[in-house]
């Protein structure tokens, strides 16, 4: 694990006032989700700029140890796991249950 020096620093992304409302959330990640097994390269650009700022903030929650660069690592690792593996997503759980799952884990390997 590296030292960090400095007080890492976490970018939260700015929520719009005007954004139109999603009336299904799930539904929008399952089509994705589905363009994303289809090779579309859109739709993993779409995936990763949704889900990146969330799992980043969530590893970073997990542990004080945690400085910016050992994040970012384990967000890295998270989103290889997920190219790798979104093949056995059954949706059982909502995408982010388990990209956060896939995280968790990743932090714990990382430790």
Same mark, same amino acid.
């Given at each position: 694990?590296?030292?960090?020096?400095?007080? !890492?620093?976490?970018? =939260? !992304?700015?929520?719009?006032?005007?954004?139109? !409302?999603?009336?299904? !959330?799930?539904? %929008?990640?399952?089509?994705?989700?589905?363009?994303?097994?289809?090779?579309?390269?859109?739709?993993?650009?779409? &995936?990763?700029?949704?889900?990146?700022?969330?799992?980043?903030?969530?590893? =970073?929650? &997990?542990?004080?140890?945690?400085?910016? @660069?050992?994040?970012? @690592?384990?967000?890295?690792?998270? =989103? &290889? %796991?997920?190219?790798?593996?979104?093949?056995?997503?059954?949706?059982?759980?909502? =995408?982010?249950?388990?990209?956060?799952?896939?995280?968790?884990?990743?932090?714990?390997?990382?430790?």
């Amino acid at each position: 694990m590296q030292l960090c020096l400095k007080q !890492p620093k976490v970018v =939260f !992304p700015k929520m719009s006032g005007n954004r139109a !409302p999603i009336s299904n !959330p799930g539904k %929008a990640d399952a089509e994705l989700i589905e363009r994303c097994r289809k090779g579309d390269g859109d739709a993993w650009d779409a &995936l990763f700029d949704k889900y990146y700022p969330v799992a980043a903030r969530f590893v =970073f929650q &997990l542990s004080a140890d945690f400085c910016h @660069e050992d994040t970012e @690592e384990i967000c890295q690792e998270t =989103f &290889l %796991a997920v190219v790798r593996n979104l093949g056995s997503f059954q949706g059982k759980s909502s =995408f982010q249950t388990w990209l956060l799952r896939i995280a968790a884990n990743k932090a714990m390997d990382f430790r």
